[in-house]
């Protein structure tokens, strides 16, 4: 199998917003490696499966080596995992917090590390963190300060990642995302979240991933965090 075909990375990858990039990747010819705790294997030879908590290092381990192992390279890492735990500040357990600086922000810098290190060998890569709009405009409608904190940081991660590694050829950008219709919101909540957003609806999976396409061929684009959240950023 030649190595020159591209290679993405993309955690959180079973469902949702993951499955939906695994997809767009695939019918833009690349070879993805999906990682998610609960991924299945699947028939597509181009496709591999690395089962894993993000947290945990030896998950991100695994999908680098293993994805190295079979195609060769690693030319995208999209840092789609998150978990998102709406309370008020003074009811958040340290289960929360731990859950949430765990896939957020760990799981974030295991991968990353790992996969920037294969890209400079190229001289040549791209990395997209999905964080939320909340991170510019909270709302009390939606109190979340450990989202804030732990996708905060990865906003100003990928403006401080985006100068280190410009000059040896790797891009880092993010999605910040309003309210998504996914799996995750019921469909009794999709009128209320609706009410969100200034373009008075929610967001599809679709509109995601037409944004992190854009920026997987923006090459001139690097440091930026593109909102996705129906106007929401513009409000405020």
């Known amino acids: 199998m030649s190595t020159e075909e591209k290679v993405a990375v993309i955690t959180g990858a079973s469902q949702g917003i993951g499955a939906a990039l695994v997809a767009a990747y695939r019918n833009r010819g690349y070879r993805v490696v999906a990682t998610a705790r609960s991924i299945k294997q699947v028939s597509d030879d181009h496709i591999l499966a690395v089962r894993g908590d993000i947290s945990d290092p030896k998950t991100a381990e695994r999908a680098i080596s293993e994805g190295l192992a079979r195609f060769g390279r690693i030319d995208t890492l999209i840092n789609n995992a998150g978990i998102f735990i709406a309370k008020p500040f003074t009811h958040y357990t340290e289960a929360d917090f731990s859950a949430m600086l ?31 709009s909340l991170v510019e405009h909270a709302n009390s409608n939606v109190p979340s300060v450990l989202a804030s904190v732990t996708k905060g940081g990865l906003s100003a991660a990928t403006k401080s990642l985006a100068i280190e590694y410009a000059r040896r050829g790797i891009r880092v950008n993010a999605i910040a995302p309003g309210v998504i ?47 996705v959240d129906g106007g929401q950023s513009a409000g405020h």
Do not use: C, W
């Not at 019921?186 to 037409?210: C, K, N, Y």
């Open 102 to 132: 765990g896939v957020n922000l760990a799981g974030f810098f295991y991968i990353t590390q790992l996969a920037i290190t294969e890209m400079e060998k190229r001289r040549s890569g791209h990395v997209v963190q999905i964080t939320t």
């Open 181 to 227: 219709k996914t799996p995750m919101h019921p469909v009794e909540t999709h009128a209320q979240l609706a009410g969100f957003h200034p373009l008075g609806r929610m967001g599809e999976i679709s509109d995601i991933v037409d944004a992190v396409l854009y920026l997987e061929s923006a090459g001139f684009v690097t440091g930026e965090t593109v909102h």
